[in-house]
């Protein structure tokens, strides 16, 4: 049997943990996987483009486990009464390829998403970091806002979006939040003016620049979330120009990330470096480091293989045969119960109990 986990289950799982805890267990597991870089078969994402947005599909396996994720890109979805991203993936048995879960990612993508961001900026940011520009106010946007505020005491927020509805819901979303001061910009620019950190995490299909290098103060800290598509960066050229810039998989993100913008040899390091110390992460108090996240398999990998256990341990999820159990597994045909003689009864197959 494969386990089938629903949003309704990753509700129940943040309900029984708590967001900031969970947030923080995704961070911790997607390090402990990116300390093992070398461990896995990696993959640049499978994209399909269309006029209104993207397809990808996201695989990644080390010895034991197989992941891949389905999640789309589609920036006038809200339109329609649909979000932007949705996702779902599976995980499954590399000794014999049985997919064990099948989950939904889209509230896990938001998580795992906020949790990477963290990881990076804890290696990148100035310690001490406390303010944070969060330009782009959909969907992500409170999953960043509360992984920076648990996990690296973010406690002043400036908010800015194009549609000041989004905003207004996030700032409903955040009202409760203790210790989170939140103000509402009128501008990106009067967003990121003083900001330690500045993540941007907008969709847009055309090509809209949202940061560029007159903005720049020394020693910021710039998370680009939403720039994860061929003909969709966030950042200008210059801004990249004036920093130092890291990566997820460095081929994955010369395609799709800001630095798509560059020069093919534009120096960029991957953050596993980072976190294996084999690279440094930020030099110097005055020096600009940018994430340019992506999105890239081994961050739902790792969630993936956390929310299944920790599903498990709460007996979430439900018990789905996707996969036939067979009586004799070369006697797939026999599922279908159907006889061949003419006018002979169509009786089910023979299924097993698994
Ligand atoms: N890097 C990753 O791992 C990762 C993961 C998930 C999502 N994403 C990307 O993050 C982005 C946001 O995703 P979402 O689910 O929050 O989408 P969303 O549609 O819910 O929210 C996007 C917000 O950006 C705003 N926006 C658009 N253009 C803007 C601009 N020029 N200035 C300010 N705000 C602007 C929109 O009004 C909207 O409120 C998408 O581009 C998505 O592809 C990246």
Known sequence: MTTLITPRDIAGIVAAHGLPALLQRLEAA??????????????????????AGVIELMPVADAHRYAFKYV????????????????????????????????????????RTAATSVMAARALARPGARSMALVGNGAQSEFQALAFHHGLGIDRLALFDVDP??????????????????????SVA????????????????????IVTP???EPGMHLNAVGGDCPGKPELAPGVLAGARVFVEYEPQSRIEGDVQQMPADFPVTELWRVLTWTADGRRSADEVTVFDSV???????????????????LQLGARIDLIPALADPRDLYGLLGVSERPGAAQVPGRLLAA
């Open 30 to 51: 997607i390090t402990a996987d990116f300390r093992r870089w070398g461990e896995f078969d990696k993959v640049a994402r499978v994209a399909s483009h269309s006029g």
């Open 72 to 111: 789309n890109g589609h920036p006038g979805n809200h339109r329609l009464g649909l979000p932007t991203v949705m996702a779902f993936g599976v995980l499954a048995d590399v000794a014999t390829g049985r997919p064990e879960v099948l989950s939904e990612l889209t509230l896990t993508t938001a998580m």
């Open 165 to 186: 509805a989004a905003t207004r819901k996030l700032q409903r979303n955040l009202a409760g939040v203790a210790g989170l001061k939140l103000r509402v910009a009128s």
């Open 190 to 209: 009067d967003a990121v003016r003083g900001a330690d950190i500045v993540t941007t995490v907008t969709a847009d299909k055309r090509r809209a620049t």
């Open 214 to 216: 007159g903005m720049i």
């Open 295 to 313: 999105g890239f398999a081994l961050e739902d990998f790792s969630a993936l293989s956390l929310v299944a256990e920790l599903a498990r341990g």
